[in-house]
């Protein structure tokens, strides 16, 4: 099956830090990617939607220069989180539209914790 | 705006038991239902899905949903569980190619 992969798994940063975290889907085109974030025991809440070559459109209260979105190829997407802060500790999750299908694939995940 | 509501935050039940999972959404127009499930520290799974045509979907692993349009539910079943079905399990709707909207997901703890 279709596969995407996130990287890193896990990262730990020091607060005022910038971190990055990249979607990439391995064997399909996906024109539009989707960011989410899960806190501990909670549901994924949908960030941003991030569409090849055009601005991401977030979602309310998502700050959009906090979590920047670039997409700039058909199987890359990258969330920047900038200046972190021990509040933006949380699970990251990405899924990929596939282009011909539009099924959606998920990746793995990767925990931020920012100390 | 769409919305998902999964009913059951936490269930506990012993192998062999039978299990549904309620789940509901808001929405007046088409939608496509999902159910994924969450083992610990492992990614999001699909375990099944509905589009369109018979309202019974059989997933993997033993799993079925079925779609009831006058209710807005899609509960998810599967006739006898298993200790390895313990995991978080998400119910999630979207329409057209959009982003999944999920439900606040209901962890299932299976006794051995």
């Known amino acids: 099956g279709a596969v995407v992969s996130q990287h890193p798994s896990w990262v730990i940063c020091k607060s005022g830090t910038s971190v990055k975290i990249e979607c990439r889907s391995l064997d399909f085109q996906a024109t539009t990617m989707f960011w989410y974030r899960q806190f501990p025991k909670q549901s994924l809440m949908l960030m941003a939607t991030s569409n090849e070559g055009s601005k991401a459109t977030y979602e309310q209260g998502v700050e959009k220069d906090k979590f920047l979105i670039n997409h700039a190829s058909l199987t890359l997407s990258t969330l920047t989180v900038t200046s972190a802060h021990p509040e933006d500790s949380s699970f990251y999750i990405c899924?990929?539209?596939?282009?011909?299908?539009?099924?959606?694939?998920f990746g793995e995940g990767s925990r931020l914790t920012v100390l | 705006a769409q919305s998902v509501s999964q009913h059951n935050h936490h269930v506990i039940l012993s192998e062999a038991a039978s299990l549904e999972l309620g789940c509901n959404y808001s929405y007046g127009g088409t939608v496509n239902l999902f159910w994924y499930v969450q083992y610990p520290g492992q990614h999001l799974q699909l375990l099944l899905k509905y589009f369109s045509g018979d309202p019974l979907v059989k997933g993997i692993k033993g799993f079925e949903a079925e779609f009831i349009k006058s209710k807005f539910s899609f509960n998810l079943r599967k006739p006898s569980v298993q200790w390895s079905d313990t995991a978080e399990y998400f119910c999630a709707v979207n329409t057209g190619r959009r982003a999944l909207t999920f439900g606040s997901g209901t962890r299932l703890q299976v006794q051995p």
């Open positions: 899924s990929a539209s596939r282009e011909d299908t539009g099924e959606l694939f």
